[in-house]
């Protein structure tokens, strides 16, 4: 990564880390946080800057384990507190933090055996809680922004300008009359958050042979969002990092270099 010129890594911490707060939730084999902060480390020497991600999304939060089905409970704030504000040590006070919230819809759960679906004031309410805990540990929150492809004029009135935005679109094709209704409304949303003043850092995809996909993001985003509120570009890759999936990852991290090179060489 660092070899291609990138200089930030976001990792989904999760249950992969024998938490010190909640121990419990740990899958078998999780790092213990002192391995972790050792790699943390190895990171920095090597130019690229650690950022933890927690995704609370309904969706997305099994690796809670029995605190997922306890959402919006004191029980269930008080491990949140306890996750982030642990993220937050073992990180050293990271710039960042993303919260995900991505995709928390009953369409996305309608495969789930036990489906929780958060919305209206609730949903905002518990968001709210979110990025206050990380703002009280001095890190700014982060999170995915497909939330506005919903419930846009919501959005826009209660969303905080201070919280980083990732729209995302894993699509290859920006031209507009050959994308579906989904995608338009996904790639709408890159010039909407910037024409409502908000902080951006795009994301492409390489998890599903999609190889255009960061490269197609970063021009079309470079012309639709202001540089000062384009804070960056994410490549994403769904997929774990285990030996069946080197080939794809490694491609992905040489398109996102290729990505860049275009960029710079085109400021």
């Known amino acids: 990564m660092a070899d291609s010129g990138m200089n930030m890594i976001l990792i989904n911490v999760e249950d992969s880390l024998k938490w010190d707060s909640h121990p ?12 972790l902060r050792s790699e943390l480390d190895k990171m920095r020497k090597m130019g690229l800057e650690p950022i933890p991600m927690l995704n609370f999304s309904t969706t997305h939060d099994a690796w809670l384990g ?23 040590d073992i990180f050293d006070k990271p710039r960042f933090l993303h919260l995900g919230m991505d ?15 958060r919305q209206n004031d609730l949903w905002w309410a518990d968001f709210y809680f979110l990025i206050g805990e990380v703002e009280k540990g001095g890190t700014q929150p982060w999170t995915w922004s497909d939330y506005v492809w919903h419930y846009p004029d919501q959005y826009y009135k209660k969303m905080p300008k201070s919280v980083i935005q990732s729209n995302w ?10 994308m579906s209704e989904v995608a338009r409304t996904a790639v709408k949303a890159y010039a909407e958050l910037d024409q409502h003043g908000y902080d951006q850092i795009p994301a492409g ?13 970063v021009k079309y ?7 000062s509120k384009l804070l960056g570009f994410l490549q994403t890759f769904w997929k774990p990092t285990i030996e069946t999936y080197r080939t794809l990852i490694l491609e992905g991290i040489e398109l996102t270099g290729e990505a860049k090179k275009w960029f710079e060489e085109n400021q």
């Open 24 to 35: 419990e939730i740990a899958v078998r084999n999780a790092w213990s946080v002192n391995k």
């Open 66 to 88: 029995k605190y997922s089905k306890m959402v919006s409970t004191e029980k269930y704030y008080i491990v949140c507190r306890d996750m982030i504000a642990e993220s937050i």
């Open 103 to 117: 995709e928390e819809t009953a369409a996305n759960q309608r495969r789930a055996d036990f489906v929780v679906v």
């Open 169 to 178: 679109y894993y699509g290859q094709d920006f031209s507009s009359d050959r």
């Open 205 to 217: 995809s390489n998890h599903f042979h999609n190889p255009k996909s960061i490269g197609n993001t």
């Open 221 to 227: 985003c470079k012309e639709h969002i202001d540089d």
